[in-house]
């Protein structure tokens, strides 16, 4: 789940107003696009209504969410689908942390903080920050905090096996389609209505999304284990 910011006139001012967009992945392993709403600046509490429309039109649970790290977003998602796991995009978290480091110390900094979200295991990750924080925190102490304050959603995909922990440790899947979406509507500045900028991304949900006809890559072993982490959950 993300959103892309779009300029919009109302009462005579041009503003800032969000598209908010879900991407799920069924049990074909197949990508589709659950909905677009358009509000204010992004925030939980509207998130809190895409996520009971979604609720509402039928989805009857969700086994994880992949998001950014707005404030209040997990407990959001908690509200509406208590059973959903949620994973910070640990690619957010890297941009985040990399902010406000200067540009001498950029590479070593990344390089260190690689050594992370590259573990394999949760325990060696720990030991990794611990490393990290030696190194940095003199210096770049918000990055470090950042990093604590947001450990159990970062580290959210050491609990499951690498084919699954490839499609949930970051919102890709949803930043390519973004991607796209800003491709087509680039030379529009700004939009002159809510309705307007609607169906301006709709069609190019429409013209992104037609390749999507195919499984994700090793659908096949990530269902089984998937069926196998949530056989009560899932049905098929």
């Not at 001012?13 to 991407?23: D, F, G, L, P």
């Not at 799920?24 to 809190?48: A, I, Q, T, Y």
């Not at 325990?123 to 159990?152: G, H, P, R």
């Not at 659908?219 to 998937?226: S, T």
Request: hydrophobic share 40%; charged share 25%; glycine share 4%.
């Amino acid at each position: 789940m993300d959103g892309i910011v779009f300029k919009v006139r109302e009462n005579s001012k041009v503003i800032n107003k969000t598209i908010y967009i879900a991407v799920g992945l069924r049990v074909d392993g197949k990508k589709e696009v659950l909905g677009l709403w358009l509000g204010k600046n992004e925030s939980s509490s509207f998130w809190m209504t895409v996520l009971t429309d979604i609720k509402a039109r039928g989805t009857q649970d969700i086994l994880i969410t992949a998001t950014d790290n707005l404030n209040g977003f997990t407990d959001t998602i908690k509200t509406v689908f208590p059973n959903s796991t949620t994973q910070i995009c640990v690619v957010h978290q890297i941009r985040n942390s990399c902010r406000y480091v200067v540009w001498k110390d950029k590479k070593a900094f990344t390089k260190d903080m690689k050594q992370i979200y590259t573990a394999p295991t949760k325990e060696a990750a720990k030991a990794a920050l611990k490393d990290f924080k030696k190194t940095w925190n003199s210096k770049y102490s918000y990055a470090i905090k950042s990093w604590e304050n947001n450990w159990d959603e970062l580290t959210v995909f050491f609990d499951f096996p690498l084919e699954i922990r490839t499609i949930i440790y970051t919102t890709n899947l949803i930043e390519n389609l973004n991607g796209k979406i800003r491709k087509y509507t680039k030379n529009k500045l700004s939009y002159p209505t809510d309705d307007a900028v609607i169906k301006s991304v709709f069609l190019a949900l429409r013209e992104s999304t037609k390749k999507w006809t195919m499984p994700i890559r090793n659908w096949g072993i990530i269902l089984n284990q998937f069926l196998a982490i949530f056989e009560n959950r899932i049905k098929l």
